[in-house]
């Protein structure tokens, strides 16, 4: 493993994607990592992706991350949450990967939007500035539409508006909202 001490978890994930990659896993980066690139950095102790792979393949990619030797904790969300199940990789430093299996709302060609981003000497695919903006108006708390209005400021007219009003519509009415808004503010 990359990591030698607490606070890398983004090394963390480093390793955790090359697993994802063996396995032909699509994944994105998103969550502080993502703002980074899209609006304000800020201090995070985890890192975050969201994976393209069904629930009921969480327990196997589990097991394959205990094999790689990862620490695991699978936890699975009932039929109301929109996270089917979260798999967390952690490491003997504490430091933390949050690996989302699967998001309602989110469209399969998130995956493929993905950018390619270096780091480390390493590629990530982080979520793109569109899909980014809707899944935090879609999460709504407060530090979710800070992100949003910088990515959206930011980002200028390199946004594609349409696209994110779309994408925002998948996650349903309060993602709407918070949307309208947050382009409100960047008026």
Avoid: C, H, W
Avoid at 19 to 27: D, H, K, Q, T
Avoid at 154 to 174: F, H, N, P
């Amino acid at each position: 493993m990359r990591t030698s001490e607490p606070g890398q978890s983004a090394l963390l994930l480093l390793d955790a994607v090359d697993v994802l990659v063996r396995e032909g896993i699509a994944y994105a980066v998103i969550g502080a990592m993502a703002a980074s690139l899209y609006g304000i950095v800020r201090a995070s102790f985890d890192a975050d992706a969201v994976l393209s792979l069904v629930s009921n393949r969480a327990r196997e990619l589990q097991r394959v991350f205990q094999e790689a030797g990862f620490n695991t904790e699978l936890q699975t969300g009932d039929l109301d949450d929109p996270i089917p199940a979260l798999l967390q990789i952690t490491d003997s430093f504490d430091n933390k990967v949050d690996l989302l299996v699967g998001l309602r709302g989110l469209e399969a060609e998130a995956f493929v939007r993905a950018i390619d981003v270096s780091f480390e000497g390493a590629v990530l695919r982080v979520i793109s500035q569109e899909d980014f903006i809707a899944m935090k108006a879609f999460a709504g708390g407060p530090q979710d539409l800070v992100d949003a209005v910088n990515a959206v400021g930011i980002a200028g007219e390199s946004l594609d508006v349409d696209l994110v009003k779309r994408l925002a519509k998948r996650y349903g009415r309060e993602a709407v909202s918070n949307l309208e808004k947050i382009l409100g503010e960047n008026k």
